[in-house]
């Protein structure tokens, strides 16, 4: 079986900070890694590999600019069997319906039984690109999975909904969508780290896979959707403040409480 | 370029129903829907899709739909996500909409971006607030922002009628605003909680058309084998009117029981930010922020919250906010209606006792 894990390189958004004057992030130093969904669907990618132990493996693929190969380089590190950049000018400024487009043609050229993919990365927020792929390759998809168990040609998952749980049962080929809880991944270990630096990562442009993609549909001028104008949010002006003894402070909160009907 | 830009037409709004009940991030669109409509010169049109739901089709003419299209088939009862985008996929070529709303919700994030990739559209995801006319729109962002006015009027001009979708973006450290100018429909998602409710009109009249969306067997390429609603009472904080929220200033999960005293007193709930919920102190479900809930009750009572931006990103929005930290450079105070410099552990007690006091001089129960 062969288990194809996308992934993506993202800033650490807890230390994203934007410049007070330009209003721009400050990537500058902003620590890149993969993102948190995602290596939970490799260590899951990995536990299937392991508990099969029938020659199933797990191919890695990213898309993003040359530097992303320490991220695949991290996943081979946790045991990945190989792993794809998929990395060109024509690609950059693409909107998620036009990287789902470049992922899924990687994907059909590279094969696969079961694809996962992170629910949502940390810097766009999205949680489309999953389900877009999938629909690319017309397979079916379970997003928000918590927990995968493989059986045969079936996958059964259990996915999550803020209310309950659906227990659902489906075929391969599909794809699924990780939530972080699904798995806690591994530590990188010595041997994997030196494995990692002696594995090639293939590396695939435009014309690698110019066959199945219209130069229309990708980049900045493919993508249906375009950014407008990005800035900072201007807080909310703060209201007063108070530095009084506790039984002053109760009274101002019971006036307040009051005044605005809501005791 | 997609070929139907001039003739689609009117904002639809997929309602979101679990066992045949509307959720209230369907309420908020239609409100939001009705308001973005008028600027537009069109019509709301509510998508109810599912089995047995022609009934609801009243509820969506009462919160605001001019008319309503149930998207009707038994096999359609829980949430199935090829049947679904078939099924709304041949609504959107039979209609021909300009916009199409979702909730963002685990239902709404599945299927519209398979609905946005198989018609070969936008989608825009989590939105937070959307606008059609200009001038609204740099009203908002003169209210919000710190963005360049001028140099989006250069871009756009003051006529421009395409829909302006807002969202947060790096964890909430950002603001983006996102249009999709060249396809139709345009798409998004829409964060729950963020868009005011409109007052129900009851018995209001309008068009209902039930469609039979074409399904095979095949289409049904997954089966749910198993069901388990969440143990337990499901608390939604994001229907409370009065949140009084407990961060790590609270010193121990046991302190939740004295905001829980609070909360009743004021018909509230209580609530959470991320650390504790993190520690085990207190369900998930009642977390507030950027990876939990966004709240817009009419009280928030922030206590012993610091106030990270991801927290602030849930909850920044309540008409009321009262915070209560012993930190006076807390990043609360900078969001808080009013701010208390002082210990959560010494007022919330002393507040629950006011609070009886009070209800008791004024005789309330």
New interface residues.
């Given amino acids: 079986m062969k288990i194809v894990v996308c992934i993506k390189q993202v ?1 650490d ?2 230390e ?3 410049d ?1 004057v330009t ?1 721009r ?1 400050i990537r500058d130093g902003v620590p890149s890694i993969i993102n948190h969904d995602d290596k939970s669907a490799i260590e899951q990618a990995l536990r299937i590999k392991e508990e099969l132990n029938d020659g199933t493996t797990v191919t890695i693929v990213c898309m993003g600019p040359p530097q992303a190969d320490v991220a695949l380089r991290e996943a081979l590190a946790m045991g990945a069997d190989e792993a794809y950049l998929l990395s060109a000018r024509e690609f950059g400024g693409s ?3 036009a990287t ?1 487009i470049i992922i899924s043609t990687a994907l059909k050229r590279i094969g696969f039984d079961l694809v996962l993919t992170g629910r949502q990365a ?11 792929i ?3 390759l017309g397979v ?5 999975a918590e927990e995968v168990t493989v059986n045969g040609k079936e996958v ?1 998952v259990k996915r ?12 391969m080929p599909c794809l699924l969508t990780a939530l972080q809880e699904l798995a806690e991944p591994r530590y990188m270990h010595a041997g994997g780290i030196i494995d990692a630096y002696n594995k090639d990562i293939t590396v695939w442009g435009f014309d690698d896979l110019k066959d199945g993609l219209n130069p229309d549909d990708i980049g900045l001028m493919g ?14 002006g ?7 003894p ?2 002053e ?6 006036d ?3 005044e ?1 009907h ?2 | 370029m997609s070929k139907n830009i001039e003739s689609a037409k009117d904002i639809y709004v997929v309602a979101e129903q ?1 066992d045949g009940k509307v959720a209230k991030v369907t309420h908020e669109l239609l409100g939001e829907a009705n308001i973005l409509a008028k600027d537009l010169g069109e019509k709301v049109i509510a998508v109810v899709i599912g089995a047995n739901v022609a009934d609801q089709a009243q509820e969506m003419l009462e919160y605001g739909a001019d008319e309503v299209i149930v998207v009707e088939d038994d096999r359609l009862g ?1 949430y199935i ?2 049947p679904y ?1 078939k099924a709304l996929v041949q609504m959107i070529e039979e209609y021909d909409p300009n916009i199409v709303l979702f909730g963002a ?3 709404g ?2 299927l ?3 609905i ?3 018609v ?7 939105c937070t607030h959307l606008d059609i006319d200009m001038q609204k729109y740099f009203d908002f ?1 003169k ?6 006015r001028d ?2 009027e250069r ?2 001009g003051m006529d421009d009628k395409t829909l ?1 979708m807002t969202r ?4 909430g ?11 139709r429909p345009q798409m998004a998602t829409v964060r729950p909680g963020v868009m005011k409710l409109v007052e129900k009109q009851v018995g209001k009249q309008g068009k209902v058309t039930i469609m039979k969306p074409d399904l095979t067997d095949e289409d049904f ?10 143990e337990g009472k ?1 608390v939604d904080i994001t229907e409370a009117k ?1 949140l009084v929220s407990g961060g790590r200033g609270i010193g121990s999960a046991a302190f939740y029981g004295e905001l829980q005293k609070v909360a009743d007193r ?1 018909g509230g709930e209580i609530s959470s930010s991320r650390a504790n919920v993190d520690a085990g102190w207190i369900e998930k479900a009642r977390q507030v922020g950027q990876t939990g809930k966004t709240v817009r009750p ?2 928030y009572m922030a206590c012993g919250i610091s106030g990270a931006i991801q927290h ?1 990103a849930g909850m ?1 929005n309540s008409e ?3 915070a ?1 930290n012993k930190n ?1 450079d807390a990043p609360i ?11 959560v552990k ?2 919330i007690p ?2 629950y006792e ?2 009886d006091k ?2 008791e001089e004024h005789q ?1 129960n």
């Fill in positions: 800033p958004t807890n994203v900070k934007l007070p209003n992030l909107d998620t319906c789902a940390i810097d766009g927020d999205t949680a489309q690109v999953g389900p877009q999938a629909e690319n079916p998809q379970v997003s928000y059964l999550q909904y803020e209310d309950r749980y659906h227990m659902i049962k489906v075929q993508s249906p959707t375009r950014v407008v104008t990005s800035f900072g949010k201007m807080q909310k703060a209201g007063v403040k108070y530095d009084v506790a039984e402070a109760v009274q101002i909160i019971i307040k409480l009051e605005r809501l005791i | 679990r829980e996500t090829e985008t919700t685990s239902i994030r599945d519209a971006p398979r946005a990739a198989r070969h559209t936008g989608l825009t995801a989590d962002l209210a919000t922002s710190t963005a360049d140099a989006i871009k756009l302006k947060p973006a790096f964890g450290n950002v603001m983006a605003t996102i249009r999709c100018a060249e396809y390429n997954v089966e749910i084998v198993d069901i388990a609603k969440s499901i009065v004021l009419d009280l602030l920044e009321y906010i009262i209560i006076e105070f900078e969001v808080a209606d009013l701010g208390i410099v002082g210990d010494v007022i002393k507040l006011a609070l009070y209800f309330i």
